[in-house]
């Protein structure tokens, strides 16, 4: 019989006004989107699945990223990056998931195939990537900070 194992949190860090420590429980109770994605692995082929679980805009936004909504060029700087358990990262631009520009549906998910990554860890999925690379499992860390790390000038 296996042992029930912990639920495990995610460290949302960098400049950021609220910096949080969020459980996969947390996470679903943001607003939910499903993602049914494709992607390719250079090893496994294709691979298709259905996640559900919030944006990562709305997770990166409820942190009060240090960043200038309002103009459009100050934003452009922002990275983000997004870490796994094995030290797995990647980085996703502001201007990715910015509705202003790309927009895209980047979500932290919380299930994958219906089954809930509590125990695992949120993956980040990334519907417009041909490659697999970047839906990153076991996430336990999203960082972000300007470019330079220098908060905007006003
Ligand atoms: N943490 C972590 N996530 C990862 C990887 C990894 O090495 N570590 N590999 C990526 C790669 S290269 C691919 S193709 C997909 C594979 O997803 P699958 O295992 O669901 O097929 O996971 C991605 N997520
Ligand atoms: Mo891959």
Same mark, same amino acid.
């Given at each position: 019989m296996s042992r029930p194992e912990a639920p495990v949190s995610i460290r949302l860090h960098g400049l950021l006004d609220e910096p949080a420590e969020l459980t996969v429980a947390q996470l679903r109770d943001l607003p939910s989107h499903h993602v049914e994605a494709r992607f390719n692995c250079l090893g496994n082929g294709d691979q298709r699945h259905g996640f559900d679980g919030p944006r990562l805009w709305d997770v990166v936004r409820a942190a009060r990223p240090r960043v200038d909504l309002q103009g459009r060029r100050e934003r452009l700087r922002f990275l983000l990056t997004v870490t796994g358990a094995d030290g797995h990262c990647a980085v996703v631009s502001w201007a990715e998931i910015d509705p202003d520009f /790309? /927009?895209?549906?980047i979500l932290l998910a919380t299930s994958i195939d219906g089954a %809930?990554? &509590? $125990?695992?860890g949120p993956q980040l999925v990334? %519907? =417009? &990537? @041909?490659? /697999? =690379?970047? @839906?990153?499992? /076991?996430? $336990?860390e999203v960082w972000g900070a300007p470019s330079d790390g220098e908060p905007p000038h006003g």
């Open positions: /790309g /927009g895209q549906q %809930p990554l &509590d $125990t695992a990334v %519907p =417009a &990537d @041909y490659c /697999g =690379a970047r @839906y990153i499992s /076991g996430i $336990t």
